[in-house]
């Protein structure tokens, strides 16, 4: 008979491991939120005060909260079975998301909440007493240290709800204040637009959940542009399954030129919105994917107005591999078949818009195509409000400024439009832009190497 030996893994080392599951701040807040939504709340926010010079950030909702036993069981890593039955509202899955995507971010988790008709309560962990201790010490407050938590004061619990705190954060150990603001700033920027973007189907409707980040109350931001004057709903189809439903619908987006500024802006620029073609995949109403093709389909850049929606419950978390981050899936064979399929049609709705859409087309968000249809004359330029582009000549002096400006200039006059011409009417697979490879070829020219290396 086997002897049966101590197999534990040791907490010391096991929470290295749960730290890194691969979070990224969005995605942590994202599951932190997937939870305030389950427990019904109407109101979320997240928060990360800048001046403070311990940062902290509190993500705070008005759900139904949770009595002492019950936040006491949930504190444990994998509380819950993943095979059990969920409420079909349920966004939960594995039991861990709290703690996991806690833990990919701080090194301190402290819980408080309050169930009507219960007491509030707290819990916390830290990881340093865990490494020190080797031990899962899980800690329970009283109420007075409750009272004590400083940043209950300015968030208090008034009926029923949840508050997280994450404390010692790695990500802001920075000693420079200016240097720490800002880089609190822009981390609340980028998770706002995420934010507006993965919930934007709670975000509006009757029942619309309010969530702020930073004190301010976000819009939703609908990667369809559903309702824009020139947006287009393709078809749609449901794939039924033993578990649960499926819907896909098809959506092309209105040409840029036929969308207001604020609109473009507020989505992070034409090349933002060109870059996301693709499949956009809810779970229960939450955006887990979006865009690429999930290998169905080409990137195609005529094709960057295409969208294809796709709705799953999470009673099919299984069948579509979810994982634990609820930040990839697979797609079943079944509906490989039918996105093949039915991805054609956008695509396809996509080049016709941009065709149809006059006289200047961007052509990419590299290259700008003018067409002059009096003087029938077309001319290629460099698209000049490229993102990447702006940011790196922010940063140049007027001399270079004036030197990039007449160097694109002449790299648009010397396109060798006969060579590509002659080229691709004889051979157009002859043409191998796509293997563009910049190293070897810098690396082939010694002096320009000499630059690049500075
Ligand atoms: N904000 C909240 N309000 C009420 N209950 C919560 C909240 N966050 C978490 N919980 C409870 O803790 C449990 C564990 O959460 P979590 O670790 O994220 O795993 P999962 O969401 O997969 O169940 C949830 O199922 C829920 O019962
Ligand atoms: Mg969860």
Same mark, same amino acid.
Request: contains cysteine.
């Given at each position: 008979?086997?002897?049966?030996?101590?197999?534990?893994?040791?907490?010391?080392?096991?929470?290295?491991?749960?730290?890194?599951?691969?979070?990224?701040?969005?995605?942590?807040?994202?599951?932190?939120?997937?939870?305030?939504?389950?427990?019904?709340?109407? !109101?979320?926010?997240?928060?990360?005060?800048?001046?403070?010079?311990?940062?902290?950030?509190?993500?705070?909702?008005?759900?139904?909260?949770?009595?002492?036993?019950?936040?006491?069981?949930?504190?444990?890593?994998?509380?819950? =079975?993943?095979?059990?039955?969920?409420?079909?509202?349920?966004? /939960?899955?594995?039991?861990?998301?709290?703690?996991?995507?806690?833990?990919?971010?701080?090194?301190?988790?402290?819980?408080?909440?309050?169930?009507?008709?219960?007491?509030?309560?707290?819990?916390?962990?830290?990881?340093?007493?865990?490494? !020190?201790?080797?031990?899962?010490?899980?800690?329970?407050?009283?109420?007075?240290?409750?009272?004590?938590?400083?940043?209950?004061?300015?968030?208090?619990?008034?009926?029923?709800?949840?508050?997280?705190?994450?404390?010692?954060?790695?990500?802001?150990?920075?000693?420079?204040?200016?240097?720490?603001?800002?880089?609190?700033?822009?981390?609340?920027?980028?998770?706002?637009?995420?934010?507006?973007?993965?919930?934007?189907?709670?975000?509006?409707?009757?029942?619309?959940?309010?969530?702020?980040?930073?004190?301010?109350?976000?819009?939703?931001?609908?990667?369809?542009?559903? /309702?824009?004057?020139?947006?287009? =709903?393709g078809?749609?189809?449901?794939?039924?399954?033993?578990?649960?439903?499926?819907?896909?619908?098809t959506h092309i987006l209105?040409?840029?030129?036929?969308?207001?500024?604020?609109?473009?802006?507020?989505?992070?620029?034409?090349?933002?919105?060109?870059?996301?073609q693709g499949?956009?995949?809810?779970?229960?109403?939450?955006?887990?994917?979006?865009?690429?093709?999930?290998?169905?389909s080409?990137?195609n850049?005529?094709g960057n107005l295409a969208r294809v929606?796709?709705?799953?419950?999470?009673?099919?978390?299984?069948?579509?591999?979810?994982?634990?981050?609820?930040?990839?899936?697979?797609?079943?064979?079944?509906?490989?078949?039918?996105?093949?399929?039915?991805g054609k049609v956008p695509v396809e709705g996509s080049k016709?818009e941009?065709?149809?859409?006059?006289?200047?087309?961007?052509?990419?968000?590299?290259?700008?195509?003018?067409?002059?249809?009096?003087?029938?004359?077309?001319?290629?330029?460099?698209?000049?409000?490229?993102?990447?582009?702006?940011?790196?000549?922010?940063?140049?002096?007027?001399?270079?400024?004036?030197?990039?400006?007449?160097?694109?200039?002449?790299?648009?006059?010397?396109?060798?439009?006969?060579?590509?011409?002659?080229?691709?009417?004889?051979?157009?697979?002859?043409?191998?832009?796509?293997?563009?490879?910049?190293?070897?070829?810098?690396?082939?020219?010694?002096?320009?190497?000499?630059?690049?290396?500075?």
């Amino acid at each position: 008979m086997p002897e049966l030996v101590n197999g534990n893994p040791s907490p010391k080392s096991h929470i290295k491991t749960l730290m890194r599951i691969g979070y990224d701040l969005n995605s942590a807040v994202a599951d932190i939120i997937d939870n305030s939504i389950s427990a019904e709340a109407s !109101e979320i926010a997240v928060a990360c005060p800048p001046d403070s010079s311990e940062p902290y950030i509190l993500i705070s909702d008005n759900g139904i909260g949770m009595n002492e036993g019950e936040l006491i069981e949930n504190m444990r890593i994998g509380c819950k =079975d993943p095979s059990l039955e969920r409420d079909l509202k349920d966004l /939960g899955r594995f039991g861990s998301g709290m703690k996991t995507a806690s833990f990919s971010q701080a090194r301190k988790l402290t819980v408080i909440s309050k169930k009507k008709g219960s007491n509030i309560c707290a819990a916390y962990w830290d990881i340093d007493e865990i490494e !020190e201790t080797d031990t899962w010490c899980l800690k329970k407050l009283n109420t007075n240290e409750i009272k004590d938590i400083p940043q209950l004061s300015n968030n208090p619990i008034s009926k029923n709800g949840t508050l997280l705190i994450w404390e010692k954060i790695p990500k802001f150990f920075i000693k420079d204040h200016v240097s720490l603001e800002k880089e609190i700033a822009s981390n609340m920027v980028d998770l706002a637009k995420y934010i507006s973007l993965h919930f934007h189907k709670f975000m509006q409707g009757p029942n619309k959940v309010s969530i702020s980040v930073q004190n301010r109350e976000l819009k939703p931001l609908d990667p369809f542009l559903k /309702g824009q004057p020139g947006s287009q =709903d393709g078809p749609s189809e449901p794939i039924r399954t033993k578990k649960g439903k499926v819907t896909v619908n098809t959506h092309i987006l209105p040409h840029p030129k036929r969308i207001s500024k604020s609109l473009i802006d507020e989505h992070g620029g034409i090349d933002e919105i060109y870059k996301n073609q693709g499949l956009y995949i809810y779970r229960a109403n939450r955006l887990i994917i979006a865009g690429g093709w999930m290998g169905i389909s080409n990137t195609n850049i005529l094709g960057n107005l295409a969208r294809v929606e796709i709705n799953i419950p999470a009673s099919l978390d299984d069948e579509w591999s979810t994982d634990v981050k609820k930040s990839s899936m697979q797609l079943p064979p079944k509906v490989k078949t039918v996105l093949k399929r039915l991805g054609k049609v956008p695509v396809e709705g996509s080049k016709k818009e941009h065709n149809y859409s006059g006289n200047k087309q961007i052509a990419n968000q590299y290259w700008d195509i003018i067409e002059d249809e009096v003087k029938k004359t077309v001319k290629y330029h460099i698209y000049l409000d490229n993102n990447e582009l702006k940011s790196f000549t922010e940063e140049l002096t007027k001399d270079k400024k004036i030197a990039l400006k007449k160097y694109l200039q002449n790299l648009c006059i010397n396109l060798p439009y006969y060579h590509i011409f002659q080229k691709h009417a004889a051979d157009p697979k002859a043409i191998e832009q796509n293997e563009i490879d910049l190293d070897t070829f810098i690396k082939a020219r010694k002096e320009l190497d000499k630059i690049w290396n500075t």
